[in-house]
T-cell receptor, first 113, second 114 residues
Framework: AQSVTQPDIHITVSEGASLELRCNYSYGATPYLFWYVQSPGQGLQLLLKYFSGDTLVQGIKGFEAEFKRSQSSFNLRKPSVHWSDAAEYFCAVGNQAGTALIFGKGTTLSVSS | DTEVTQTPKHLVMGMTNKKSLKCEQH?????MYWYKQKAKKPPELMFV???????INESVPSRFSPECPNSSLLNLHLHALQPEDSALYLC?????????????FGPGTRLTVL
């Protein structure tokens, strides 16, 4: 069965420092992968997605993610974090039936000044 | 317009009340979704509508009753809820139903059941 693992429950990063959020997936075929961000009390906003092609994907707000099939990973990165990036980040994979998204448990990002 | 709107933002109801949540999108999307999200948890899929027909019901209790009157509107009717149903209810839409299409989420309705 498909699954998504986000190993880090909570990460704290200093403002201006680089960020990497980890995501590992379990999927038999080529996965459809997404990163969403959720600010407190808000809905989810799509940061970026990977379907095929270039394994380095650029998203909004200066985020990027790299798909590594050999490691079953789709880690999210940002070179310089801003205080407004503090939020909950969810990695998701499209399920094999093509009907729904499977979300990871999320990583809470805190930004310290 | 890439916005999904949800009303109300907050709702408090008793266990004997009947209330409805409303979701609207004007992006021409043909798939709409209801998710339930508890605090510090990922969203859990409840229902999927494709071309105004219910295509997925993730074994949701009958006290939750979805309705899709037209392609832009999605309702969730609530009746005889339990306190454990308190959560953030998120609506989403996508061009077509399927995990390959980007889902656009609304801001959610924060539901409290007393």
């Amino acid at each position: 069965a498909q699954s998504v693992t986000q190993p880090d429950i909570h990460i704290t990063v200093s403002e201006g420092a680089s960020l990497e959020l980890r995501c590992n997936y379990s999927y038999g075929a080529t996965p459809y992968l997404f990163w969403y961000v959720q600010s407190p009390g808000q809905g989810l906003q799509l940061l970026l997605k990977y379907f095929s092609g270039d394994t380095l994907v650029q998203g909004i707000k200066g985020f990027e993610a790299e798909f590594k099939r050999s490691q079953s990973s789709f880690n999210l990165r940002k070179p310089s974090v801003h205080w407004s990036d503090a939020a909950e980040y969810f990695c998701a994979v499209g399920n094999q039936a093509g009907t729904a998204l499977i979300f990871g448990k999320g990583t809470t990002l805190s930004v310290s000044s | 317009d890439t916005e999904v709107t949800q009303t109300p933002k907050h709702l408090v109801m008793g266990m004997t009340n009947k209330k409805s949540l409303k979701c609207e999108q004007h992006m021409g999307h043909r798939a709409m979704y209801w998710y339930k999200q508890k605090a510090k948890k990922p969203p859990e899929l409840m229902f999927v509508y494709s071309y105004e027909k219910l295509s997925i019901n993730e074994s949701v209790p009958s006290r939750f009753s979805p309705e899709c009157p037209n392609s832009s509107l999605l309702n969730l009717h609530l009746h005889a809820l339990q306190p454990e149903d308190s959560a953030l209810y998120l609506c989403a839409s996508s061009p077509l139903a399927g995990s390959t299409d980007t889902q656009y989420f609304g801001p959610g309705t924060r539901l409290t059941v007393l």
